[in-house]
């Protein structure tokens, strides 16, 4: 089976699936939020250097690349700091209260 990710709405980029990346041309609205993204999410560690990981809100450029990744419903993300300027991002899907 081979699996299609569409493009990103804003620009010409289309998921690579083999190197996980998203490469958004410099005008786009979509790779501008994530790259304020990244700079915040690093910035928070930066006020927090003994944290490992925290949690937040998924931001709009993320909801958008999640969609193209097969993860549309993503409503937080658990950001985790691996190593110096190392981060991943896990997004879920947090339930409503009932
Ligand atoms: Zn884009």
């Given at each position: ?12 980029a289309?998921?690579?699936a083999d ?29 927090h ?50």
């Amino acid at each position: 089976m081979t699996e299609s990710y569409p493009g990103c709405r804003d620009c010409l980029a289309v998921y690579d699936a083999d190197s996980k990346s998203l490469e958004h041309n410099d005008s786009c609205p979509v790779g501008a939020g994530i790259a304020a993204t990244t700079v915040a999410d690093k910035e928070w560690f930066e006020r927090h250097p003994n944290a490992t990981e925290y949690h937040r809100p998924v931001s709009w450029a993320e909801s958008v690349e999640y969609g193209l990744r097969g993860f549309p419903g993503a409503t937080h993300v658990l950001v985790k700091h691996l190593a110096p300027s190392v981060r991943a991002r896990i997004p879920y899907a947090r339930k409503a209260k009932a």
